[in-house]
């Protein structure tokens, strides 16, 4: 039970319109470049398993190098398969999400090196106590629907730490988790266990998926054996499972837009293919956080036009196909929650909500994913929700209408005494953590920013917040299969 403070409820995007930045003949186009890629230059997908369910299915497989040739028809066939929706479920019923496309749900970004210390501002390595933390404060915030682990447990053995974290997670939430870091067979196959525990049972799994995972493309046109392993071992359970790809434009992409989006396509494409044909039906989603290069300093940009066109093209091609999407929202390449941070994460996440993104992920983090905030996460938050608003649009009634308040009015009074006003008054947006005080107000306060106020905000929260922990004899027998599964790889 909560203890302090009342968790909010999930405050999703409810959408009214898209924003398409392709006309339907440009997303063909970039549709039949990645065939003809897929076709003629194909993806390497080393793994033995995967490599014999395509070839069964009629991929040309050039199995010395391990690269597969995807047929156009296979391509089209098998994506016909794919469910166009599905709900990813909470340990909590309340904290399901319908994915449909009607939605759209923020959630955390992924796998952060370092922490801004909340206590004392400074930079440290990240532990398993700071993800635990960071979960009780998104399990705490509507604007965060689902989890990723934004932090590693770094204090653990690197095994475990996968399986560490999917643990943390689910005990220290009862919203759905993506458990992004099991990219191994031996870690996937002990996540769906951890999973199958907590769901109680196979079944209960299957029928309503506390997990759901991603496994990322190697660019350019490559995965890793042991991913393909992991995503066909989450496929087995019933848990949606994705593909992403995180190619940097220049680097490990080509240095146009078009072109990276076609090779991203192509990328993601084939891991989705290759599930439709080991499992038909299953679960599957359409992903990418794709960036470009940092001309000045070769790392990666995190943020700019060319990332929030991309963001708002893999909305549409995941459209394009009838399947749900999960692009990279926010993730500014900003060291600090300042200036630079703000403009990059408004204008990402304003894109990712009016493209129609099913999943946004980025809050929190700062230097291009790799430094964990509190004071950011709450800011992500409430750039969040003022989007969030803004997309939602409005209801057009009689009553929201107020002609009759407009004509008692007219033009000798003031609307504050009305009624309308009294019924309405609380529906318009207020800030948590911006500080709209007069200047003088705002003066003699001792000058505080939005900053500060989200640093006390994630304080009080961490004091304040404790949710309902998984049973203690769950709690054991999911420690009884993390140290089960670290015993075999000794």
């Known amino acids: 039970m909560e203890n302090g403070a009342e968790k909010r409820k999930i405050r999703p995007v409810k959408y009214r319109t898209r924003l398409d930045l392709m006309s339907p003949e440009q997303a063909e186009q970039v549709h039949r470049t990645s065939l003809h890629i897929l076709e003629n230059i194909g993806i390497k997908m080393p793994s033995a398993r995967a490599l014999g369910v395509l070839a069964e299915n009629g991929a040309r497989i050039d199995r010395e190098k391990g690269v597969v040739y995807f047929p156009p028809a296979l391509v089209e066939e098998a994506l016909q398969k794919a469910p166009s929706g599905f709900t990813l479920c909470g340990r909590n019923e309340e904290n399901d999400l319908v994915i449909d496309g009607s939605s759209g749900y923020l959630t955390l970004d992924g796998c952060g090196l370092q922490i801004l210390d909340p206590e004392n501002g400074r930079l440290r390595r990240s532990t398993l106590k700071d993800l635990e933390d960071a979960t009780r404060v998104a399990d705490y915030l509507g604007e965060i629907s689902f989890l990723w682990p934004v932090i590693s447990a770094q204090d653990c053995p690197d095994r475990e730490q996968p399986l560490r974290e999917l643990a943390a997670q689910l005990n220290y939430s009862s919203k759905h988790v993506q458990a992004m870091t099991a990219v191994n067979a031996l870690s996937a196959r002990t996540?769906?266990?951890?999973?199958?525990?907590?769901?109680?049972?196979?079944?209960a799994l299957r029928k309503r998926p506390l997990i759901s995972n991603f496994q990322c493309s190697i660019s350019p046109l490559a995965y890793d054996p042991e991913s393909l392993e992991a995503a066909m071992i989450f496929a087995d359970a019933g848990v949606p499972t994705g593909f992403l790809t995180m190619q940097v434009g220049c680097s490990t992409a080509p240095a146009t837009t078009a072109g990276s989006l076609a090779q991203a396509n192509a990328e993601i494409l084939a891991g989705l293919v290759l599930i439709q044909l080991y499992r038909p039906g299953s679960p599957v989603f359409y992903g990418s956080c794709a960036t470009v290069m940092e001309l000045h300093s070769g790392t990666v940009a995190s943020g700019g036009p060319e990332d929030f066109l991309l963001q708002a093209l893999t909305a549409q091609m995941s459209r394009f196909y009838g399947l749900p999407s999960n692009v990279g929202t926010f993730a500014t390449g900003a060291k600090a929650s300042n200036w630079h941070a703000g403009v990059e994460n408004?204008?990402?996440?304003?894109?990712?909500?009016?493209?129609?993104?099913?999943?946004?992920?980025?809050?929190?983090?700062?230097?291009?994913?790799?430094?964990?905030?509190f004071e950011q996460l709450l800011l992500d938050c409430e750039i969040y929700e003022i989007i969030r608003r803004t997309a939602g649009g409005i209801e057009i009634t009689p009553e929201t209408l107020a002609l009759d308040t407009i004509a008692g009015v007219g033009q000798e009074s003031h609307f504050m005494l009305e009624q309308h006003t009294c019924r309405h008054m609380r529906e318009l947006w207020q800030p948590e953590v911006i500080n709209r005080s007069p200047y003088g107000r705002w003066e003699a306060e001792g000058r505080r920013e939005a900053q500060q106020n989200a640093r006390e905000k994630a304080l009080w929260i961490l004091a304040n917040y404790h949710p309902e922990p998984l049973d203690s004899k769950l709690l054991e027998e999911i420690e009884q299969l993390i140290t089960a599964r670290s015993s075999k790889e000794r």
Do not use: H, K, R, Y
Not at 350 to 369: I, Q
């Open 191 to 203: 996540s769906v266990e951890i999973a199958t525990a907590a769901a109680g049972g196979s079944e």
């Open 346 to 373: 408004a204008i990402s996440g304003s894109v990712s909500v009016f493209a129609g993104a099913d999943m946004m992920c980025g809050v929190g983090l700062l230097a291009g994913a790799m430094i964990f905030s």
